[in-house]
């Protein structure tokens, strides 16, 4: 991880009803029986008509947190791509908030414990969406840390001009190439979640264009069945007889 290793937890807890903040997610349950994983979590969810769906990350104090989501598709009568979405920290502060169809949510962690993201789907109440989420720490340096790191590499650079500084050029190089690939990677999440839901939209209108082009070539063929019999009856021939009349 970059800045150094962390353990991380992501608790997929669905939360029900209106009450506060939940802080410990799983109270029973000891640190050997939480799951232990990366940083950075990317995957879909389906939040049901006026659904609520809450998960928990773990981050420390000093660390980035990052939450993008974005709708995909919706589905129901009088749908709202809307998402209401909150993240609150470990005691229960409101730190950041968005009820757009696609958001980020950005900060950093003030304190260390786990961090609660919500999602309600209240603007659909007669309709499902799905939601692809991308979320996850890490770690940059501050600005006192960066200048205090800066007077170290001076000093170091003094002490060790004789000295064969290779690599630790290698390792300094290394590290911003890994901070660069990690923001690559996250741009890269963010087009994926995009090309995703212009298939899903694709995939709509393809549906919505062949059940019309079907409903229209019915409606045709049966207008042309109909004039066809109506012109056929103005021409139907009856013997006359003295009681009946000819018809014109």
């Known amino acids: 991880m970059l800045g150094g290793a962390f353990f ?14 939940v802080k410990d997610p799983q109270p029973g349950f000891s640190d050997q029986d939480l799951f232990w994983g ?67 949510i950005k900060f950093e962690a003030k304190e260390t414990g786990f961090y609660q993201m919500c999602l309600s789907n209240f603007h659909n109440r007669f309709g499902s969406l799905q ?24 000093k170091k650079e003094e002490d060790m001009k004789n000295l064969n500084n290779t690599l630790s050029t290698i390792e300094e190089s290394s590290l911003k190439l890994q901070s660069y690939v990690f923001h690559m990677w996250r741009h890269y999440n ?39 019999f109506s012109l056929k009856r103005l021409f139907n021939t009856k013997t006359t007889t003295e009681t009946e009349k000819p018809r014109c």
């Open 8 to 21: 991380l937890v992501l608790l997929l807890v669905p939360r029900h009803g209106s009450g506060g903040v």
């Open 190 to 228: 963010f087009a994926r979640m995009r090309q995703g839901t212009d298939y899903y939209i694709l995939l709509s209108n393809s549906t919505y264009v062949s059940y019309w082009s079907a409903a229209l070539s019915v409606v045709i063929i049966l207008s042309g069945y109909l004039q066809l």
């Open 131 to 154: 939601v692809f989420l991308n979320f996850g720490v890490y770690y940059e340096d501050s600005e006192h840390e960066k200048k205090q790191k800066e007077k170290e590499n001076q």
């Open 38 to 104: 990366s940083d950075q979590y990317d995957f879909a969810i389906v939040l049901r008509a006026s659904g609520l769906e809450c998960f928990w990350h773990m981050a420390h104090q000093g660390e980035q947190f990052y939450f993008n989501y974005m709708v995909q598709w919706v589905t129901g009568v009088a749908n709202d791509r809307h998402l209401a979405v909150t993240v609150n920290s470990p005691s229960g502060y409101l730190v950041g908030q968005a009820d757009e169809a696609i958001g980020e």
